[in-house]
Each structure stands twice: as structure tokens, then as C-alpha cells.
């Protein structure tokens, strides 16, 4: 059983930072894909950024290419986001999630292969 717990959410202008961290229970945090997702109000979950088991291979949506950088310390049993040039659309509540697949570009977007989830921390960036 892994639990994961997120932290770092809050209240941003628009065009400024943030970073969200997750936190893993459990010894077999390194075998583990980690992802982050997100669900703004009234719309569906969506993929946002993965990292493989090493950390050597990352992926990303391309909403958020260029501006995010998923990261993770298996020493901290914690992955990261790095959230820069943040606009009002990413608002939404951000998720962290932990899966025992093989990863690769075309599987990390899918959710129901993650086993773990957290319990999401609100991310509002204002206008």
C-alpha cells in the first residue's frame, strides 16, 4: 500500500510559480511511475506531467510543456512540479498519482494505470 500526500497548492497571480510535492509512504517508491494530474470545476481529470521510476525520462502535456518540470527525490520518497508562467486555466485541483507500469509516452496519459492517488491540492492562479 502506498499513500501519497500533496502540499504546496495555493493562491498565485497569473505569470507566477509554484511548486507542488508529493509525498510517498512505503519503501517501493523507486519502482513506481509518478504522475500529476489535474481537474479544473466542471471538466474531467486530465494528464499533466509523468516521470519515470529513475527519473531520466519525463513527459508532458502539451498545455503545460515548456512552463512545468515534473522532478523526484526517491532518497525523499517525493516527486515535484514545478509550475512557472502560470496561467488562469491552470487553475484546478492537482493530483499526484503512483503506478506500477513500465511508463512510456503512449501509457503515462492513462489514468486507470495508476494505482495510487492522493488527495489533490487546489491550484488557483488569478487574472
Not at 65 to 79: E, W
Request: with cysteine; hydrophobic share 35%.
Amino acid at each position: 500500500q502506498v499513500q501519497l500526500v500533496e502540499s504546496g497548492g495555493g493562491l498565485v497571480q497569473a505569470g507566477g510559480s509554484l511548486r507542488l510535492s508529493c509525498t510517498a509512504s512505503g519503501r517501493t517508491f523507486s519502482s513506481y511511475v509518478m504522475g500529476w494530474f489535474r481537474q479544473a470545476a466542471g471538466k474531467e481529470r486530465e494528464f499533466v506531467a509523468a516521470i519515470s521510476w529513475s527519473g531520466r525520462s519525463t513527459y508532458y502535456a502539451n498545455a503545460v510543456n515548456g512552463r512545468f518540470t515534473i522532478s523526484r527525490d526517491n532518497a525523499k520518497n517525493t516527486v515535484y512540479l514545478e509550475m512557472n508562467s502560470l496561467k488562469p486555466e491552470d487553475t484546478a485541483v492537482y493530483y499526484c498519482a503512483a503506478g506500477g507500469f513500465s511508463g512510456g509516452r503512449v501509457n503515462v496519459p492513462h489514468q486507470n494505470l495508476y494505482d495510487y492517488w492522493g488527495q489533490g491540492t487546489q491550484v488557483t492562479a488569478q487574472s
